[in-house]
């Protein structure tokens, strides 16, 4: 069953009014979740849009609510989100840190109180759209063990670097500090297929592919092992102290949900110093060396992050967006008094 | 066999000295290796010594060379290392992002044309100990293959994130894109062990911990798989489009040697939008809450990143560095005439 982008854009956005946005908010909250999903990223698409409403319904996220600035110095600034919508507040945020890189090369905006972001990737595409590398960390709540650890105390804290072209065929790359998500190991198990590569450790403390095992133990396997731990703890700590927010540890102390999480979005300028030409015949240069690499499967061709988007978008834009039609029952749901 | 720090101190600026360098040049590259051996990152303090001093003798490295602004727009610079000794420029690179970031509340210094910064866990470091955030990354020559490629066209690409604490315990993550430098892949062969976790592939393509199985096809592995080589070639993008400078495959047609890489330093002020004590506590809760994990091995600690430094530090510092007697003395050879 696929969908639609305008036919989702305004199912979202009316669920959305419905449940307190402004028109503008509704719609603009709408398009992040309608993109996400065009490209394929349905998982912080449309998928997650139940999970959203719910935490509308408990009143984790504010509907109304907008972020305020509280501190601001030269090319940084610090904002409460006051719980309000993450999306929305990731977005106007990364727009506040490209002017803040017009003015003075880089800008970075910090942000405690705010909500799930969904896909960290759409704030790096946001500022390569704008012609600005974007550099874009979260914390979350406790959801992997620290390395050496059996017991979750560390977030997937995801990072994402973009960096633009003049083509707008951007580099992107999107990645949490765990090796799976959640949602990839739970698919594996409905499935009842193996993940491609170890993603987490059973219950006698070796390594497996075996979602099942994997679940018995929650024992997630950082990305490097020791290193995406270390990175994710580093992540967690620069989040919450620019922010003055709270850490990973301190979200896990707010009763089991995920909000209230520490947010960073930078965006630096990339002509300031050089001219766009000599930046896109840099990147040219080496992405064409990069896909002259010998594929290890015959046939196959070695992407840059972000390639494969560009085919998603299209097949999406023009053949609708597919979707799990129980999600999508669910979502129209909302609709019905 | 252990040498003290000052003796090595000595011994390296008196090295620096015979190939060229300035007293006040010799006396701060060599302490930057002596404290790279001190903390215990051997590979890249005394042991990678007699490699930037055949990089001296081919002329790759230029003992007299400055660092040039080439460019400057608010919060970012633009320099070009003019061949100089990698340390030392990475070193007064990231001083100008700290001065910048006093200004500004961040700042960033991209440099093309330098040299191997060593360690770069030191310019995390020393952002550290002024007080600051530090966040740096470097390119490198091709040598890794990109995910689902067999030939090395990306780098191994170090990054580096540097949190200060008031106590001076900061917490520092210095770590490459590869699972396993080269310097650890070698010494598992010589040691005639296996890698703790697979590090490459061998010559079936199966992921593999064995050493020599690794060393016949050099397919190293990318942390985290797919994840570590897109952020690989997306460091490489930054790091050369900022600094105008090689990129990873540029880097790969100067014949072979790694020189002429390009790098950026940032800093980002921790106290403008929030106070000190703000930060100490998050950070303190954080950690506290990290080191009280379960630990998968009973009577271990799970440890911050960078924690693990101070107990070899004050070891090192007490009873002197160990140093493997052959690199040794190949280093006190490069005195006599």
């Known amino acids: 069953m696929r969908i639609q982008s305008k036919k989702m854009q305004q199912v979202l956005s009316d669920v959305l009014r419905k449940y307190g946005f402004s028109d503008v908010d509704a719609e603009q909250s709408a398009a992040l979740f309608v993109q996400n999903s065009v490209d394929g990223v349905y998982s912080h698409g449309y998928i997650r849009f139940p999970r959203v409403i719910s935490y509308l319904e408990k009143g984790y996220i504010k509907p109304e609510a907008k972020p305020s600035v509280e501190g601001s110095f030269g090319s940084i600034e610090r904002w409460n ?4 919508m993450g999306n929305l507040i990731a977005k106007q945020a990364m727009d506040r840190a490209i002017d803040l890189a017009r003015e003075n ?4 905006v910090a942000i405690r109180n705010t909500n799930h972001w969904m896909r960290g990737g759409t704030f790096g595409w946001q500022a390569a759209e704008a012609g600005f590398i974007g550099l874009c960390f979260t914390n979350t709540q406790p959801n992997m063990p620290a390395w050496g650890a059996s017991d979750r105390r560390i977030g997937n804290n995801p990072f994402v670097l973009a960096i633009p ?3 707008g065929e951007h580099v992107v790359v999107d990645c949490a500090m765990a090796q ?10 409905l499935s009842g297929r193996q993940l491609p590569y170890p993603g987490g450790f059973d219950k006698y403390g070796n390594l497996t592919s075996d979602p099942v095992a994997i679940e018995k133990t929650w024992r997630v396997l950082p990305i490097g092992y020791w290193k995406g731990s270390s990175l994710s703890i580093a992540f967690d700590l620069i989040a919450a102290i620019l922010s003055g927010g ?27 110093l050089g001219t766009e030409d000599e930046a896109n015949m840099i990147i040219d240069r080496a992405l064409a060396d990069l896909s002259d690499s010998h594929p290890v499967d015959e046939g196959s061709q070695v992407m840059y992050p972000g390639q494969r988007t560009y085919a998603t978008r299209r097949e999406n834009m023009e053949q609708g967006i597919p979707v799990n039609e129980d999600v999508w029952h669910s979502i129209l749901s909302f609709l019905e008094d």
Request: net charge neutral; proline share 2%; hydrophobic share 30%.
């Open 165 to 167: 072209r003049k083509s």
């Open 81 to 84: 989100g006051n719980l309000g």
């Open 246 to 272: 709270n850490s990973v540890s301190a979200v896990g102390q707010l009763g089991g949900d995920e909000y209230a999480v520490s947010q960073v979005v930078i965006a630096i300028d990339p002509n300031r």
């Open 105 to 108: 090369g880089m800008g970075c």
């Open 180 to 189: 799976y998500s959640y949602g990839k190991i739970e698919e594996a198990k």
